[in-house]
């Protein structure tokens, strides 16, 4: 297989297994799969800076990352999370302010797809419109509702 076909298939596998994004449908996932560009982090680095610009979302595709948050008057930084294959991060920076509202750091090597604003506005916008789908059942209604809510708190 062609390196370009054999990354699609792997990006596609990835997003397809993200909890958020099932609804989304194959030609979206398919252009995300494209766009998205691949990553690499080692121990330590940095992956996004609390408190500087950022224009990207990323998904992590191979190993875990901590989520920590420097809160004003305090010196040590608080641990938030910890996130790993499958989930996301980035999309506050996206939203409004273009600032990091936290720093997100590899633990161990990470690897991860990474999205332009752009590209994923165009995710957003079609979790959005199916959010407001009059003809969906209730229930996938508001599954749908409650995954563009959850993607866009
Ligand atoms: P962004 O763009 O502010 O960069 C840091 C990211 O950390 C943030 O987006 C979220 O995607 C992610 N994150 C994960 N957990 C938390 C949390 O509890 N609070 C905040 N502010 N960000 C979190």
Wanted: negative net charge; proline residues 2%.
């Amino acid at each position: 297989m062609r390196a370009g076909v054999m990354r699609h298939t792997q990006n596609m596998e990835l997003l397809r297994s993200v909890p958020s994004f099932r609804s989304l449908p194959e030609d979206v996932l398919s252009k995300v799969a494209d766009a998205a560009e691949e990553a690499r982090y080692a121990d330590g680095n940095y992956i996004i800076r609390q408190g500087a610009t950022g224009d990207t979302f990323f998904i992590i595709s191979e190993g875990q990352v901590k989520v920590t948050q420097e809160k004003s008057g305090s010196e040590d930084p608080v641990l938030l999370s910890t996130l790993s294959k499958g989930n996301w991060f980035g999309e506050q920076a996206l939203q409004g302010e273009d600032v990091r509202t936290a720093s997100v750091i590899a633990v161990g090597d990470v690897t991860c797809l990474v999205v332009d604003r752009e590209t994923f506005k165009q995710l957003i916008g079609v979790l959005e419109d199916a959010g407001k789908k009059v003809n969906e059942s209730d229930e996938t209604k508001s599954r749908l509702e409650a995954e563009a809510g959850f993607f866009s708190c």
